[in-house]
């Protein structure tokens, strides 16, 4: 449920069946077991990816944002590389 003032907002609930029209009808198994007939789009059952983008729900991170953080962490695992041409902070058993 998807309407900001249904009482079942932010709920899932079950589709019994579909009732065809203008604004298709959900009929919806409620809570204590009765039956609930509510409008379509209400709800987000017939929203693809692309309509929830459109709707303002858009990802939290684009895709060359992920791609920068990779190439980040790349970079991090590296590390500075010392003059002696080994990665700093890995030892080979020798002491401090």
Not at 7 to 26: A, E, F, K, N, S
């Amino acid at each position: 449920m998807t309407h900001p003032h249904h009482p079942l907002c932010g709920q899932r609930v079950t589709i019994v069946r579909i009732r065809r029209g203008d604004d298709p009808d959900l009929i919806v198994r409620l809570a204590d077991g009765y039956h609930a007939a509510i409008a379509m789009s209400w709800t987000d059952y017939a929203t693809t990816p692309a309509d929830l983008v459109a709707a303002g729900n858009v990802p939290l991170l684009a895709v060359d944002g992920l791609r920068q953080m990779a190439e980040l962490v790349a970079h991090l695992r590296r590390g500075p590389v010392g003059q002696s041409g080994h990665t700093a902070g890995v030892h080979s058993g020798e002491g401090r």
